[in-house]
């Protein structure tokens, strides 16, 4: 390129640069509008959360907290282990006309589907089941062909009747 | 266009607040209470938190609630069971002091349910002091349950606490007690009568299996 040339090119630049700029009749309203409106809190935290960042230790800190409520969560799910020495115990019922035989109470949440007891050909009707309990006072009873609840014949009796027929107690210390 | 970084924060901490969420709901009701109908199940939960706060167990209420639901009790049966379950325990630990048991206050709570003053519970509670609560007051409860005058259980109990009696001791003294019933005697009379004479087998090994209180229940092995 001449220098005739490079002038003309110069030239027609700076008359472009100088030209005004046309920002339409609405433009300035719309600044100021968009300058007032306030952002929610939730769009502001949205921001923050999806903010990039140079170091991933923000999201080792989010799987940190999960895993915490995750380990938290399990163990509400979970049985308690008994942290108390544990007697195993022998329940027995005589019941020749029986077909089924469970026992409740409050060692299995008083249902009485959970435990069921055997029994053998020949007994003469003599069911049984091993229970293990911890130390405490504990009051059960048997429920038998699904409908009735027995009290144990040979065992104490709880001193409240809340529930109509009194359960039976059984005392592990 | 967001990240893969971006994805992960929101992945992880939907999930968060997902878990967090289900833990918070777990942790203020216990699973085992959907087996009670919202009624009985709003109006146990307010005694249950009512003792939490206290610093009470909850588990025997929680176990109060799961018989009367079983037994196929009323939303009021259960409720007012719950609730008077509570206020014993609460009474029992007022007397027996923070360093009582789950053990000893459900067996203090049964005693009280039996009609036995707190009065005497104090007072047994301090012959017993360092040797544990639980056996007395279960036979306490067991005596009231199987008759006996709860001024002559009461009486008898204390006789053998002041003895500085074990486990075994109070045992015997209620076997001894119901044998006489079923012999014949008044169950006060029997009491009294237990409680005067029984002195020289207080500490005799062996005889009686110290774990086990209710004879048909029978450690694994025994005859």
Known sequence: MDEPELNDTLRRAVEELRRPVSLGQNFAPRVL????RRRSP?????????RPRLSPLGGFVLVGAAAAVLLLLLRANTP????????RIQFVLRAPAARSVTIVGDFNNWDPSATPLATAAGSGGIWSVVVPLHTGRHEYAFVVDGRAWVSDPIAPRSTD???GAPNSVVTIS | MRSALQRIYLAVGATALGITL??????AQDQRLARLDAATRAGVTVVIDSLRAGGLPTEPLIQKALEGASKGASADRIVMAV????RDLGLVHALLGPSATEAELVAGAAAVRGGVAG?????????QAGRGLLVPLSVLAELVARGVPVDSAAAAVTRVAQRGGGNADFNTLERGIEHDIEAGIPAGAAASVRAGVQGPPIGVPGA??????GRPARPVGRP
Not at chain 1, 42 to 50: E, K, R, Y
Not at chain 1, 80 to 87: G, N, S
Not at chain 2, 119 to 127: E, G, K, V
Not at chain 2, 208 to 213: E, F, K, P, S, W
């Open chain 1, 161 to 163: 009747q809340d529930f």
């Open chain 1, 80 to 87: 308690a282990i008994p942290t108390h020495p544990v007697t």
């Open chain 2, 208 to 213: 009686v299996n110290r774990g086990l209180r």
């Open chain 1, 42 to 50: 939730l769009a502001g935290a949205m921001d923050w959360l999806l």
């Open chain 1, 33 to 36: 509008s968009a300058a007032r």
């Open chain 2, 22 to 27: 289900q833990a918070g709901g777990l942790a």
């Open chain 2, 83 to 86: 609730r008077a379950l509570g």
């Open chain 2, 119 to 127: 009065s005497d519970i104090a007072a047994l509670a301090r012959l």
